[in-house]
């Protein structure tokens, strides 16, 4: 069975390119004809790997045309994940099955919400890649990537095929309490390296403020039944940060190239289920009130 990619940005590329190489049927769904021919132009796509590129001609065709979709891998970001998904809607299969690979919360549920005959699967990757130009990505960061179905389900099948793949997935039964995880990990120093304009490392200088978030997500992680992740969000930030020290975070990164960045599906979902649970998180609102107006004041979406 094809994998459809739709979303040939870092991460859609680095899956196509790996599953290309290894043999299996991919392709590109891409936004327009104006698209296709860009991307025909450049005669496939660029995986730099370690400094070595190759070059993988997948083939790709717009959205708007061609064969039903059994299988699709959505690999924008949360604020285009709705009408990425509606525009290809009607290309979809009875009982495909669409993996939604968002950062946050909040964009997947909207999207299952318009497939009711769809099965969609929530990913959350620790890998890493940016795109150095159309077509043309780095694989900047090895890592992990869970996959699970909200409603429960068996295993796919084709979990092998990623392993064949060299794509390190793993199933989760709980992708939520995932996705969850990463979410509090992101609100905890995200958004504080925006406002500090600061490498992640630098936040171990304010321990008071990381800390603070840490209480408040850990109240929130808690409420939503999720007590270990709780419990561990602390130390597991205390970690990343020394891990990731000299690293930019995704969202400074986005905010610094005057990029929309993805503060709805991270703090505003937050925020969203705090007041859902009738949380009081003074201090997460705060940061996320300081966040949108950083935001506006740069002529960047807040939301
Ligand atoms: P990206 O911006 O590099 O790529 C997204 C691609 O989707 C772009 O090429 C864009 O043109 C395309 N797109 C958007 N709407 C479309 C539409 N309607 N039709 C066709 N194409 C459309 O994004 P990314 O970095 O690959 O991130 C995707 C998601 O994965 C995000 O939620 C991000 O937070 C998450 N993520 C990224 C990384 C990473 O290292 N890049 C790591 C972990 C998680
Ligand atoms: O995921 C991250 C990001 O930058 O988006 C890290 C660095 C792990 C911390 O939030």
């Not at 392993?163 to 990990?185: C, M, V, Y």
């Amino acid at each position: 069975m094809t994998w459809s990619i739709l979303g040939a940005g870092s991460l859609g590329c680095l899956w196509a390119a790996r599953l290309s190489r290894a043999g299996l049927p991919v392709r590109l769904l891409l936004r327009d004809r104006q698209r296709l021919n860009a991307y025909r132009a450049l005669g496939g796509v660029t995986l730099i790997e370690d400094g070595r590129e190759s070059l993988y001609p997948i083939p790709a065709e717009t959205v708007a045309q061609g064969a039903p979709i059994q299988r699709l891998l959505l690999a924008c970001k949360a604020y285009d994940a709705e009408s990425a998904a509606a525009s290809v809607a009607a290309r979809l299969a009875p009982g495909a099955e669409l993996i939604l690979l968002q950062n946050g919360l909040g964009s997947q549920q909207a999207v299952s919400a318009h497939l009711p005959r769809t099965r969609c699967l929530y990913a959350s990757s620790t890998e890493g890649a940016f795109r150095e130009s159309d077509f043309r990505v780095v694989f900047a960061g090895h890592g992990q990537t869970w996959l699970g179905d909200e409603h429960g389900g068996p295993t796919p099948a084709w979990l092998t095929e990623l392993e064949q793949a060299g794509i390190p997935a793993q199933w989760s039964e709980n992708i939520l309490e995932r996705l969850w995880r990463k979410l509090a990990l992101n609100c905890a120093i995200n958004p504080l390296t925006v406002l500090h304009q600061c490498r992640n490392g630098e936040l171990a200088g304010h321990p008071d403020e990381v800390a603070a978030l840490c209480d408040e997500l850990g109240q929130l992680l808690h409420a939503c039944n999720y007590p270990a992740a709780a419990q561990e969000l602390q130390g597991d930030v205390e970690r990343v940060i020394a891990a990731t020290a000299a690293n930019f975070s995704s969202m400074y990164q986005d905010v610094a190239q005057g990029r929309r960045s993805e503060i709805a599906y991270l703090l505003g979902h937050a925020c969203r289920e705090g007041d859902r649970l009738h949380l009081a998180l003074p201090r997460l609102r705060a940061v996320h009130e300081r966040l949108r107006a950083y935001l506006v004041a740069r002529g960047l979406p807040d939301t």
